[in-house]
Structures are given as structure tokens and as C-alpha cells.
């Protein structure tokens, strides 16, 4: 039987590097801000930028606000900010993200239940220009950095959450050592799966802890025009699929593919077959979503393969 324990005091943390997000960045601390309880608190992360730290010192109030002191990139800014919680829980919010009303609450509650190790906010896209392009398949959301058809419902259990919006145990992150620095985005580069070592490191630690989905609230995450081109698209799966193989090459393919394999033999022949069955409802835009799984697929695993061969993971 699961124990309950006391609701957790958390630090949220917000990474940065770039004044192209100040507008992002600054409507998401004042939104996290307003949903903090007295004894939370709030950690702004400049990622090697120092004219952003400049101007976030002087502009953003009711937070802390300090340089990354480790390797330059996500990872490193991340484990910067593990390093100054001082809290129950660390929360990460991505500096395009906004939350919405309950957001931190729907990630502070699953806390309450011991076993819970990790908690994986929803996260909704927001689309620049207020729609999602017509061939862009809602099963590959990853690609923007939101949820995505295939995930999990509220409450159920998960590999690992979307870096968007996320909340882990500060004890047991710091134990294992936080984020690698070997994977994961730094500046513009499409890559990822920082979230997804971390997860499998805690769960090896741990085996009977818990990540689970949280869907109460959710945060907005920007999704600007230059990603909604197909050219990112592929950009983005191309990069994912070499980042898969830094991971399995870390944890082992079993470990590191194991939602994947799921997701690629059940939920992308799904939404094939959904996009086209759209079609004879009169929706065309069907057939280029269609296109672009089977396109983001096989890009995807040609990424993996590029970087597994001998001399192709950098």
C-alpha cells in the first residue's frame, strides 16, 4: 500500500539564454510567481549570456537569478539550478512556456504519495499565428516540444516527462549526480533526450519509484514559425534519432528505446490510418499528415542509425 507524506515545498526553475525569449521568459515567471505558495521559491538560470543575466537581474523581481556555473547548454543550466533548490521538489519551466491557472499545484500534488519520484506536466502547444499547420501530425508534438498523441492519461505512469514542464524529487536528483551533460540542447540545436537518461537513472536507483502524468493544469509552450516548417521538422526528428542513440549507447537500447518501440509500431500506423480515413471526410490536409509520420519515422531512425555506426556519434 502507498504512503502518503506531507506536501512538498518546491523551487521552481526557469532556464535561459536568449533576450529573443525576454517576452516568453517574463510572462512565465510572473505567472509562476502568482501561484507560488510563501514558503516556495523561484530560480531564473542564465545559460553563458551574460547580458540576459544583465538584464534579468535588473528587471525580473521575486527571484533569484544566477549564472550557469556548469557546461554550457540545458543539462548544465538545469544542474545549476538543482544546485541552488533549496526546496522539497524541483520544478523546471521552460523559458517559452506559460503556465496556466493550477499549473503548480498539479504538479506539487502527486508528491503527496511516497512512491512518486517524478511528476510530467501536460504541456499544449501555442501555435504563432494561432493554428497548427495543416500537415503537422499531432503524434509527433515532440518535435515542438509539447504532448503528443501516444502519451499516457492524467495520473498514469510514464518513462519520463517532457522537459517543458516537470517536476522531480530533489534528493534523489542530486544523488544520482542530475542531468548528463553528454545529451541534451545547447543554444539552438534540436536535440534532447536529457529527460529521458535522467528518468531511467532515477528509476535504476530506484526501482520502485514512480514518474506519472499530471494534467490538472498545463503550460503553453510557444511554438514560433521558424518550427513550424517542415525543414525543422526533419531537423528536429533527424536530431532526435542521433540524441536515442548517445542514449542507448548510455543506458543500453532495452532501457532506451522501450517507449519507442511502442510508439512506432502502434501509435504512428494508428495515426496513419486516422489521417487517412480524414480524407474521405473531405479533410485533403490528411494525406500530408500521414506522409509526414511515415517522413518524421523514417528520418528519425535514419538520425539513430548515422550516429550508431562506428565514428558517427559525436
Known amino acids: 500500500m502507498t504512503q502518503d507524506t506531507a506536501v512538498p515545498t518546491v523551487s521552481v526553475v526557469i532556464c ?6 525576454w517576452h516568453e521568459l517574463d510572462a512565465g515567471v510572473r505567472a509562476a510567481l502568482r501561484q507560488l505558495r510563501s ?16 538584464r534579468a537581474r535588473a528587471e525580473l523581481t521575486g527571484c533569484r537569478v544566477e549564472p550557469n556555473t556548469h557546461g554550457q547548454g540545458l543539462s548544465g543550466a538545469r ?15 521552460d523559458d517559452d512556456a506559460t503556465p496556466g491557472d493550477g499549473w503548480l499545484e498539479s ?6 504519495t511516497a512512491d512518486v519520484l517524478g511528476v510530467a506536466g501536460r504541456v499544449d502547444p501555442a501555435w504563432e499565428g494561432g493554428v497548427a499547420p495543416r500537415w503537422f501530425p499531432p503524434e509527433f508534438g515532440w518535435v515542438v516540444g509539447c504532448d503528443y498523441v501516444g502519451l499516457p492519461a492524467g495520473g498514469e505512469q510514464v518513462r519520463n516527462p517532457i522537459g517543458a514542464s516537470m517536476a522531480l524529487r ?8 542530475g542531468f548528463s551533460e553528454l545529451v541534451g540542447r545547447v543554444g539552438t540545436l534540436p536535440v534532447g533526450c536529457e529527460e529521458t537518461e535522467i528518468s531511467i537513472r532515477l528509476a535504476k536507483a530506484d526501482p520502485d519509484a514512480r514518474v506519472v502524468r499530471a ?20 531537423s528536429r526528428c533527424y536530431h532526435e534519432g542521433r540524441s536515442k542513440a548517445v542514449l542507448s549507447g548510455l543506458v543500453g537500447t532495452e532501457q532506451g528505446l522501450a517507449s519507442e518501440r511502442t510508439y512506432a509500431t502502434r501509435t504512428l500506423p494508428l495515426g ?4 487517412l480515413a480524414a480524407v474521405a471526410r473531405g479533410d485533403v490536409a490528411g494525406i500530408a499528415r500521414a506522409a509526414c509520420i511515415v517522413l518524421g519515422l523514417l528520418t528519425t531512425a535514419f538520425g539513430y542509425l548515422s550516429a550508431r555506426r562506428p565514428g558517427g556519434a559525436e
Open 79 to 93: 544542474n545549476t539550478g538543482v544546485d541552488l533548490a533549496t526546496k522539497d521538489v524541483v520544478v523546471f519551466l
Open 272 to 275: 496513419v490510418l486516422r489521417h
Open 170 to 177: 530533489r534528493g534523489p536528483l542530486e544523488a544520482v549526480g
Open 39 to 54: 514558503d516556495d521559491e523561484l530560480l531564473v538560470v542564465v545559460d553563458h549570456a551574460p547580458d540576459v543575466l544583465a
Open 215 to 234: 494534467t490538472g493544469g498545463t503550460v503553453h509552450h510557444l511554438v514560433p514559425l521558424d518550427r513550424q516548417r517542415l525543414r525543422y521538422f526533419r
Open 107 to 112: 504538479l506539487r500534488e502527486p508528491f503527496t
Open 16 to 21: 535561459t539564454y536568449t533576450e529573443r525569449r
